[in-house]
């Protein structure tokens, strides 16, 4: 874990992403779903880090080749993001079937994923907004 180290004395990668993390006021977290969970790359990585979460919201997306958009890799991702201190919105953004979810360009093929990509992100930027606010106050530790 990168808070193992001595101030400035982790590996390069651990230091950039350390400072990426803690310049930001919230996370989306993308994620396909990895035997019913989320993929042990996205775990290890999420778990080298843990004060830079700290009071800062997350929001879920994720998505499968199957029916259920990879929710249950989100159900987990819940329970990871509020362990390390950065809870998560209400809201999840599943994308099923994402082979045929979108267009060669990034596009949509169902104009419907980009009403459910304002709401999601509406809620999100509220969060990040609100806790932002509080963390200007002070956090408790």
């Not at 350390?18 to 775990?43: C, M, Q, R, T, W």
């Not at 778990?47 to 800062?56: A, G, I, L, M, V």
């Not at 159900?75 to 079937?97: F, K, N, Q, T």
Request: some cysteine.
């Amino acid at each position: 874990m990168h808070k193992e180290y001595d101030a400035g004395k982790a590996p390069e990668p651990l230091e950039t992403v350390s400072k990426l993390l803690k310049s930001s006021d919230g996370f989306i977290i993308v994620s396909g779903e990895y035997n019913h969970s989320i993929p042990p790359a996205l775990k290890n990585l999420l778990d080298h880090f843990q004060s830079e979460y700290f009071f800062k919201p997350s929001g879920i997306v994720t998505y499968s080749a199957g029916s259920f958009g990879g929710v249950r890799a989100g159900s987990d991702l819940r329970a990871v993001c509020g362990e390390l201190g950065m809870p998560s919105i209400s809201s999840m953004m599943p994308i099923p079937s994402v082979q045929k979810a979108f267009e060669e360009d990034g596009a949509p093929i169902d104009e419907a994923y980009n009403k459910r990509a304002d709401r999601f992100l509406t809620e999100f930027e509220w969060y990040v907004e609100a806790f932002a606010k509080q963390r200007e106050k002070g956090t408790p530790y």
